[in-house]
């Protein structure tokens, strides 16, 4: 009789189920030897500041300063009409009559320019600001290598996006070719696009190497 009694007790003292992790993390948090509120304060704080600074390097990733875009816009009208001063080849057999044609092509070349100079200023912005980014990684896992490789979706968009707006200048006015000065920027503009491929994945793969070493 008294061991039955004794059972009843301990089950009573039981709960009818385990807590859930929220009530197990909430007891660990009632359990340490700061202030619960501290906690919470420093959680939260902690939180707003990721989320913040997430944010900003998504913006400085994605947005151009206005500085850098003014530069693109100077880059670009001042480097166009030269480029139609100085080839007389620039209309092929046809002679304009009147001055028109020629402010139409050096105002459609010159926003061309700008835009295209603000796609390669972007993409050595963004090489600058990935090898930053990976030289800030304090922690580099061997077996988890999707984290290392997270740029390369973006550097691979930023070639592929430069690649076609020279194929795309190139069907406008295939005639350019011949000029050197557009075979220069052509050659500049390959090896842009070379480096944005290239570059983000040399400096992680230097970063693997080293912890690969200190592993073994």
Not at 120 to 144: D, E, F, G, P, Y
Not at 159 to 167: A, P, Q, S
């Amino acid at each position: 009789m008294a061991e039955h009694v004794e059972d009843a007790a301990m089950q009573s003292t039981e709960p009818p189920y385990p807590p859930s992790w929220i009530d197990r993390f909430i007891a660990w948090i009632d359990g340490l030897p700061s202030p619960t509120w501290l906690f919470y304060a420093l959680a939260v704080l902690a939180i707003a500041l990721l989320i913040t600074t997430i944010r900003r390097i998504d913006y400085e990733l994605a947005t151009l300063p206005r500085w850098l875009g003014w530069l693109a816009i100077a880059i670009g009208f001042l480097s166009t009409p030269p480029y139609f001063v100085g080839d007389p080849v620039a209309f092929r057999d046809r002679v304009p009559q009147t001055a028109l044609p020629y402010v139409v092509a050096v105002a459609a070349a010159s926003f061309f320019a700008a835009t295209f100079s603000c796609l390669v200023i972007r993409s050595i912005r963004q090489l600058r600001m990935v090898h930053k980014l990976h030289a800030q990684a304090t922690k580099v896992i061997l077996l988890n290598l999707e984290a290392t490789h997270a740029f390369s979706a973006l550097t691979a968009k930023t070639g592929i996006g430069v690649v076609l707006v020279v194929i795309l200048g190139y069907l406008y006015n295939p005639g350019g070719i011949d000029s050197s000065w557009v075979i220069f920027t052509y050659l500049a503009i390959a090896l842009l696009t070379v480096a944005i491929f290239v570059v983000p994945v040399i400096g992680m793969r230097e970063r693997l190497k080293q912890e690969k070493e200190r592993a073994l």
